[in-house]
């Protein structure tokens, strides 16, 4: 079992940055990948980006490449979402979740889920 805890986020100005935090209890972090979704009111949740366990590996959605940086350690059980540049189109609730594959942008293949951390960006 992992719990998982989102913090984080806001709201700011387009072009601004925030990092999301998500912290997880449990003994086998390490041992999962974990993903970043977020799902904006209306729409389905989307894959936003991944990481590997040991963090040598991470993946993005195209729509955020060059914005948004995936980074874990693992000694602090904690995976982080640095966004900059932020856009309007961004605005979503943002979840992380744990995996036992990588990589991956399907939400099936995630089995632990956080409750989620709201992200504003104003035009």
């Known amino acids: 079992q992992v719990h998982l805890v989102e913090s984080g986020g806001g709201l700011v100005q387009a072009g601004g940055s925030l990092r999301l935090s998500c912290a997880a209890s449990g003994r086998t972090f390490s041992s999962y990948a974990m993903g970043w979704f977020r799902q904006a009111p209306g729409r389905e949740r989307e894959f936003v980006a991944a990481i590997r366990w040991s963090g040598d590996r991470t993946t993005y959605a195209d729509s955020v490449k060059g914005r948004i940086t995936i980074s874990r350690d693992n000694a602090k059980n904690t995976v982080y979402l640095q966004m900059n540049n932020l856009k309007p189109e961004d605005t979503a609730v943002y979840y992380c979740?744990?995996?036992?594959?990588?990589?991956?942008?399907?939400?099936?293949?995630?089995?632990?889920w956080g409750r989620g951390t709201q992200v504003t960006v104003s035009s």
């Open positions: 979740a744990t995996s036992l594959t990588y990589p991956t942008d399907s939400r099936a293949d995630y089995n632990y």
